[in-house]
């Protein structure tokens, strides 16, 4: 029985706006998978199905074997979502606001243990030195902090992060992801939203890529970086770039990306450069890493491909 099932979900909103259109696929016991896709391909509207706070059209949704809308209650134990959104409630400090979590949970008979494990969660997260401070008064970084800590205190078998790290510091994240790492390693089933493909990559042992609501891509992590392996040359320049490498360069600021199929290509690409006059720096030839992948894809499938 996988930890999460989704089977050919559909959602469609009034007006006939079709935010998923045929959604299946599992996710495995113990696995840490990755849901990604650009703005608007459907993957928050797919995580408030599986969290009830949307129905699907048609189509189920399992968490450990329950159906999300049949067998909600138990469904619900069974997940630890962290939203997108800073929702908090302005009158408690954290530890309150944890404790009063667990509650609503049905953690309760044991009270010791349930305030060791969030002095746990407090230590993990940087928190201890907050958990007597009202919500309030805590920064937008430190309040999605205790968003993670809201997620784990009922410690679920399946924990839903959807861009858990969006605007915080790299020692929250540093943190978080080695604590989110032992909870996988111990069992807990991962389902990760992001647009930090880096961090996809490193985490993600299965990936599967939205567009317009469909599935475009579902594979190993390290099958789909085989799959669109090549060469890529890197560099740092302040200048335009001649029209013929333009059209196929991916530019970030300073930094450009340009595919090569093999070493011989990437001699004719600086030649190229040095014809037009285009000085680059901090030259670098790698392989393709998950965002190179990820755009290779997006521009690729349609709405109508499935995955292979």
Request: charged residues 25%.
């Amino acid at each position: 029985m996988p930890a999460v099932s989704f089977q050919n979900v559909v959602k469609t909103f009034p007006g006939g706006l079709r935010a998923l259109d045929g959604v299946s696929f599992d996710i495995e016991r113990g696995e840490f998978f990755g849901l990604l896709g650009p703005n608007g391909a459907g993957k928050t509207t797919l995580i408030s199905v599986l969290a009830g706070l949307a129905r699907a059209s048609s189509g189920s949704v399992t968490v450990m074997g329950h159906d999300v809308v049949a067998d909600y209650a138990e469904a619900r134990l069974s997940l630890g979502i962290v939203p997108q959104e800073l929702v908090f409630d302005p009158f408690f400090s954290v530890r309150e606001a944890l404790r009063i979590q667990s509650g609503y949970f049905g953690v309760r008979r044991d009270r010791k243990a349930n305030d060791a494990w969030i002095d746990e969660l407090l230590a993990h997260l940087g928190l201890t030195d907050k958990a007597d401070a009202n919500m309030r008064a805590l920064s937008g970084g430190m309040k999605r902090r205790v968003l993670v800590g809201l997620a784990l205190v009922h410690r679920p078998p399946v924990i839903v992060l959807d861009e858990p790290t969006a605007g915080v510091d790299v020692e929250l994240r540093q943190t978080l992801w080695q604590f989110i790492a032992r909870l996988n390693r111990e069992g807990s089933t991962v389902l990760l939203t992001t647009h930090y493909l880096e961090e996809a990559e490193a985490l993600c042992g299965r990936i599967a890529m939205l567009k317009q609501g469909r599935v475009v891509a579902l594979d190993l992590t390290s099958a789909l970086l085989s799959r669109a392996a090549s060469t890529m040359l890197r560099f740092k320049t302040d200048q335009a770039l001649p029209a013929a490498l333009a059209a196929r360069a991916r530019s970030t600021g300073r930094i450009v990306q340009i595919k090569a199929r093999d070493a011989a290509e990437v001699e004719t690409l600086l030649a190229t450069l040095r014809q037009a006059g285009v000085r680059a720096e901090d030259l670098e030839i790698g392989r393709a890493d998950l965002e190179d992948v990820f755009v290779e894809i997006m521009q690729a499938a349609t709405p109508s491909e499935q995955p292979a």
